[in-house]
């Protein structure tokens, strides 16, 4: 089995032309193939599929099997996939996820995607100020789904926080029956947010599209933030756009091939 392994903003997945190719088991592959160790290392499995209601369906399974709705730096990545390498000719896509049918925008320069733009459609701001409590200690956060849920906390200190012992907490905590991903962010300047964070399923990655985008929502409603800001994230930087409710969310940033390979069997 061929497949291709891509990056953006060094939230990295295995990608699997189904065009060409069937995965039986795309659970089981993505475990395997997600093993930085044993396996080709990702963060996870996506698939680039036939569809009827849209130019291209995805799914995407996390490294440890589960399946998400979507993960908005894969998408980016498939955009750049089927237009660079000749799937389609549009510098529009739309692009079918189990959040529904997201648009994308390729920017390229002769021939070749620069960077993609995502309408995310509007976030869901499921609450604001609620709390939790974990080893004792309360925390804020703002409960977003931007296609996957996401609890939003803001911190003094992204950098120094511990993501690793309380991620996981917060992560599988019985208020979340689904599990959430988590980011942990602070407000460094106007238009400029760090952020970290751990993802349902994968553990803290380089970059979340879908977090970035919930994190500027929860920003924009808590007053923290306006109309546009750049998310620095572990893997780089995400240009994120939205006015508030009511209005679609833009997500743009870069997307990359890393390597081609082949499975045997």
Same mark, same amino acid.
């Not at 392994?5 to 190719?21: A, L, R, S």
């Not at 942990?184 to 970059?207: K, L, N």
């Given at each position: 089995?061929?497949?291709t392994?891509?990056?953006?903003?060094?939230?990295?997945?295995?990608?699997?032309?189904?065009?060409?190719?069937?995965?039986?088991?795309?659970?089981?592959?993505?475990?395997?193939?997600?093993?930085?160790?044993?396996?080709?290392?990702?963060?996870?499995?996506?698939?680039?599929m036939p569809?009827?209601?849209?130019?291209?369906?995805?799914?995407?399974f996390?490294?440890d099997?589960s399946?998400?709705?979507m993960?908005?730096n894969? *998408?980016?990545?498939?955009?750049?996939? #089927?237009?660079?390498? =000749?799937?389609t000719?549009? %510098?529009?896509?739309?692009?079918?996820t $189990?959040?529904g049918?997201?648009?994308?925008?390729?920017?390229?320069?002769?021939?070749?995607?620069?960077?993609?733009?995502?309408?995310?459609?509007?976030?869901?701001?499921?609450g604001?100020?609620?709390?939790?409590?974990?080893?004792?200690?309360?925390?804020?956060?703002?409960?977003?789904?931007?296609?996957?849920?996401?609890?939003v906390?803001?911190?003094?200190?992204?950098?120094?926080?511990d993501?690793?012992?309380?991620?996981?907490?917060?992560e599988?905590?019985?208020?979340f029956?689904?599990? *959430?991903?988590?980011?942990?962010?602070? #407000?460094?300047?106007? =238009?400029?947010?760090?952020? %970290?964070?751990?993802?349902?399923?994968? $553990?803290?990655?380089?970059?979340?599209g879908t977090?970035?985008?919930?994190?500027?929502?929860?920003?924009v409603?808590?007053?923290?933030?306006?109309?546009?800001a750049?998310?620095?994230?572990?893997?780089?930087?995400?240009?994120?756009?939205?006015?508030g409710?009511?209005?679609?969310?833009?997500?743009?940033?870069?997307?990359?091939?890393?390597?081609?390979?082949?499975l045997?069997?």
């Open positions: 089995m061929k497949f392994k891509m990056q953006g903003i060094g939230n990295d997945y295995i990608y699997v032309n189904c065009f060409e190719e069937q995965v039986a088991d795309p659970a089981g592959l993505s475990r395997r193939i997600s093993d930085r160790h044993f396996g080709v290392g990702s963060d996870g499995l996506v698939l680039i569809c009827d209601e849209a130019d291209f369906r995805m799914r995407m996390n490294a099997g399946e998400s709705e993960c908005g894969a *998408t980016r990545c498939i955009g750049k996939y #089927v237009f660079d390498r =000749g799937l000719d549009k %510098r529009g896509i739309t692009l079918m $189990g959040a049918i997201k648009t994308l925008r390729i920017r390229e320069k002769d021939g070749i995607t620069e960077s993609v733009r995502v309408d995310m459609g509007e976030p869901e701001i499921l604001t100020d609620e709390k939790i409590t974990v080893n004792g200690t309360e925390y804020t956060f703002t409960r977003v789904s931007t296609g996957n849920p996401h609890a906390i803001f911190v003094d200190d992204a950098d120094a926080f993501v690793h012992g309380i991620g996981p907490l917060i599988n905590d019985p208020m029956p689904a599990r *959430t991903n988590v980011e942990f962010a602070t #407000v460094r300047a106007p =238009g400029r947010i760090r952020m %970290r964070v751990w993802e349902r399923g994968s $553990g803290e990655t380089m970059a979340c977090g970035a985008c919930a994190t500027m929502a929860a920003a409603v808590t007053g923290r933030a306006k109309e546009k750049v998310l620095e994230l572990n893997g780089g930087n995400l240009t994120i756009e939205w006015d409710v009511g209005h679609t969310e833009f997500q743009e940033g870069p997307a990359e091939f890393v390597f081609d390979g082949e045997p069997g």
